[in-house]
Structures are given as C-alpha cells and as structure tokens.
C-alpha cells in the first residue's frame, strides 16, 4: 500500500531540476530538522509531518505540504521564528532555503517523485 520511509539520501524530482534530498522519517531526524545549519543543499522531506516551525532558525525557508502522493497541497516561504499552521491533508513537509521551491517548478498540484 504505502510507501516506508526511512532516514537516508534519495533525489527528489521536481518539474525543472533532480535535487538531492535527505528524508528524515525518524522522530530524531524530524526534531532536528535544518536546526543549527546556515543553509541547505538540496531539500530535506519531513515524513511524517504536517507543520513546521522556522523557531532558533538562522535563514528563511520554503516549504511545501505534500499528501500521501507526493503531491503538492500548498507552498509557503517562512523567514526565522515563525511558526507554520497545521495541514490537515499534509503526509510530508518539503524544505528547501526561500527561492528555491519555485526555481525547481514546485507548486499546488504538482507530483513530485522521490528515488
């Protein structure tokens, strides 16, 4: 039925670009998060998770709420310490540093694929 998901490197493929990707799916991995880094190579896959925050964050981000599909419910850019709302159809969470989302064609509608 469903995909399982574990902590590792895949690539993420987006309409314009394959961008490497780090999913976090252990509750370790989800805590940390971008927490304590300048910036992000790439984009990191929160699974499972419907809300975000960007609180003792040093750089804004973008974020996308993807369902169980991998397909994109809504886009968000949050600078530092903001929290974000609770989707209530969002599986998975997309982070990727603020610009990057849309340089990548990523927006509401749009499957991506991981691999």
């Not at 419907?50 to 369902?67: C, E, G, K, P």
């Not at 310490?81 to 998975?92: E, M, T």
């Amino acid at each position: 039925m469903g995909r399982r998901w574990h902590d590792g490197d895949f690539t993420l493929g987006t309409p314009e670009a394959e961008v490497p990707l780090r999913v976090a799916a252990s509750y370790r991995a989800r805590t940390r998060g971008l927490l304590g880094r300048d910036g992000v190579e790439g984009a990191l896959l929160l699974t499972p998770a419907s809300s975000v925050h960007t609180v003792r964050m040093r750089f804004a981000i973008d974020v996308a709420y993807l369902d169980r599909r991998l397909r994109v419910i809504a886009v968000r850019t949050m600078p530092p310490g903001r929290v974000g709302r609770p989707r209530l159809l969002a599986r998975h969470v997309l982070e990727a540093e603020a610009g990057a989302l849309a340089r990548w064609g990523v927006r509401r509608g749009v499957r991506l694929d991981v691999h």
